[in-house]
């Protein structure tokens, strides 16, 4: 049985930044699981009742705090219902069209929130307080910018079928 070729482990800058994105990111999440685990909530409910916090009283639809979560969860009516459970959130059958629920935070939702809102934000603070507000604001833009090139394409397989772009080397090839 032959060795398997070696294969450099990060061929491309895009891989290498995508992989110090992707590793990034869950260092930045894992950070707060323990203050969100403390509350027996997971990071995708915290994130449900900030949408609704941020909705009002006029509350959302599944399909819009779908469209609006970090993450996307491909069962919501499951996550809604503990959340409801616990009186976090409640849900009303609208009268006009009986065929959309509203969900809206409730007062205990609130609460709980307000609790964690400073928490949060010291944990923002530690992780990013020391870059200076111009290097946030340009990383900022520049996350946007990825993200909107991503939300361009139609589904995953979009990426596969995309042309390189032109004009682009890997690292390797430009220093070969």
Do not use: W
Request: positive net charge; aromatic residues 2%.
């Amino acid at each position: 049985m032959q060795p398997l070729p070696k294969r450099p482990l990060l061929g491309s800058l895009e891989e290498r930044v995508f992989v110090a994105l992707a590793s990034t990111a869950d260092a930045l999440s894992r950070a707060g699981e323990g203050l969100l685990k403390a509350r027996d909530l997971s990071a995708t409910q915290y994130n449900v009742l900030r949408i609704l916090r941020g909705a009002g009283e006029k509350g959302l639809s599944c399909r819009e705090i779908g469209e609006r979560l970090i993450t996307r969860d491909p069962d919501i009516t499951r996550l809604l219902d503990r959340l409801e459970s616990r009186s976090l959130l409640g849900r009303t059958r609208e009268t006009e069209d009986r065929r959309v629920v509203t969900t809206r935070i409730t007062a205990e939702g609130l609460r709980l929130l307000e609790e964690l809102d400073e928490p949060v934000q010291g944990i923002h603070r530690r992780q990013l307080g020391h870059m200076p507000e111009k290097q946030l604001l340009q990383l900022l833009d520049l996350l946007e910018r990825c993200r909107g090139a991503v939300s361009k394409c139609e589904g995953p397989n979009e990426f596969l079928k995309a042309q390189p772009v032109q004009g682009k080397k890997t690292l390797k090839e430009k220093h070969t």
